[in-house]
């Protein structure tokens, strides 16, 4: 193969954006051969916009079983990526999914297992992976630098999102339509990094999730949650819709020190000995470690999607490691899920969660939305397919 033939589901924002960049030759190694979409007005657009060169279906089976495609991008609503995943798995096909993996793990864990058994390759577009901030904070802390990990914080406030947002679909920050607000669209990305960056999950979650605090909207947009680990350290994630002006900074607290990156800077305070090593041998009373406040240069500039795409096809011809591999997706959406069902059950919640709890909580949440009622939605089965 000396071409990957992608196809793309899905035309919305992140689905014509990714068309753009792939018609115009943008990844080298890939051709952009062929569209899926539903809806005839994006159609119309692609057969204006896109070339002769790319075939256009409105049929999910057919696209997937028409032999002018080797992988496909999915870019289609929330519920949707494990299905459409599934089935391009089952017809021999490569799959790059967009975020999120899915709405609950669940599903997610089904894709997985899919993915495993296809043999095929298998990547998330986590674009923020490719950002060279977040590239070296996982270096340092892989290395040893920053030693043993004693505290995650992120307050990653600054989504806002007004009303008027909200009411440009029907669709949006509803349980059937999204799955849920800030933590399953604007997060996916943080929560990902935050597991990523120092490759460990927590043990066990305690959240505080408010629905509707500062929107006219059913979901959570506010949020507050406090992580434990294996190794005793803690976390705490913050995150809102509802503020302006927002902050998003990312601290991390080790036993050589504390990293923060914050303003698009990486920042180091770096202890000339441990802490652990100060508190052992200190006689002094009061004191502390001698501390050097360094700004880590940061070299490289972040590819984002097409970075993603590029090391997705790349993975394909020459066997390149992924940098986001798509069985990684359910670690972000377990914290995601983890949150909501602490708050639902006013609880702590062990990970991994109990897959079976959340669904049935979900589906009560949909079933019950008022959301739906007076829109005249029908009520979505989670448990069917979409």
């Known amino acids: 193969m000396e071409k990957v033939r992608i196809g793309i589901v899905g035309l919305g924002n992140m689905g014509t954006g990714h068309a753009k960049y792939l018609v115009n030759n943008e990844v080298k190694g890939a051709e952009l051969t062929a569209i899926c979409e539903f809806r005839t007005d994006r159609l119309e657009w692609a057969k204006e916009n896109l070339g ?7 049929n999910l089976d057919t696209f997937l079983n028409s032999g002018v495609i080797d992988s496909v991008l999915i870019a289609t609503p929330h519920y949707d990526h494990p299905e459409t995943a599934i089935k391009a798995f089952k017809a021999g096909l490569h799959v790059l999914c967009e975020k999120p993996a899915g709405v609950y793990t669940k599903q997610v864990r089904q894709m997985n297992e ?4 296809s043999g095929k390759v298998f990547s998330m577009m986590y674009n923020q992976r490719t950002n060279p901030l977040y590239t070296k904070l996982k270096d340092l802390v892989s290395s040893g630098e920053l030693g043993e990990i004693r505290r995650t914080n992120w307050i990653i406030t600054n989504w806002y999102r007004s009303q008027s947002y909200y009411d440009s679909g029907g669709w949006r920050a509803t349980w059937s339509g999204e799955g849920g607000g800030v933590l399953i669209n604007q997060d996916p990305h943080q929560l990902d990094l935050w597991q990523w960056t120092i490759d460990m999950m927590p043990k066990r979650v305690r959240a505080f999730c408010y629905f509707g605090k500062h929107r006219n909207i059913e979901v959570e947009d506010d949020v507050t949650a406090f992580v434990e680990y294996e190794n005793g350290a803690t976390g705490l994630f913050v995150t809102t819709t509802g503020e302006a002006p927002g902050t ?5 607290s080790g036993d050589r020190g504390k990293i923060v990156i914050e303003d698009g800077k990486l ?3 770096r202890l000339r000995v441990s802490e652990r090593e100060f508190n052992a041998t200190f006689k002094g009373g009061f004191g502390q470690p001698e501390c050097w ?5 940061i070299e490289g ?11 997705f096809v790349d993975a394909i011809l020459h066997g390149t490691p992924l940098v986001a591999p798509g069985e990684e997706g359910i670690k972000g959406l377990m914290l995601s899920n983890a949150m909501l069902l602490s708050t639902w059950t006013d609880n702590w919640v062990d990970l991994p969660i109990d897959e079976e709890l959340f669904e049935q909580h979900l589906q009560d949440k949909i079933k019950n939305s008022t959301v739906q009622k ?13």
């Open 52 to 58: 002769e060169g790319v075939q256009l279906f409105d």
């Open 114 to 117: 899919a993915a495993q058994a």
């Open 248 to 252: 998003n900074r990312f601290e991390i």
């Open 267 to 269: 920042t180091f305070w």
């Open 293 to 297: 406040k360094i700004d880590i240069p």
């Open 301 to 311: 500039k972040e590819t984002s999607h097409m970075g993603i795409t590029q090391n």
């Open 374 to 386: 007076e829109a005249g939605f029908k009520t979505f089965d989670v448990s069917a397919s979409r």
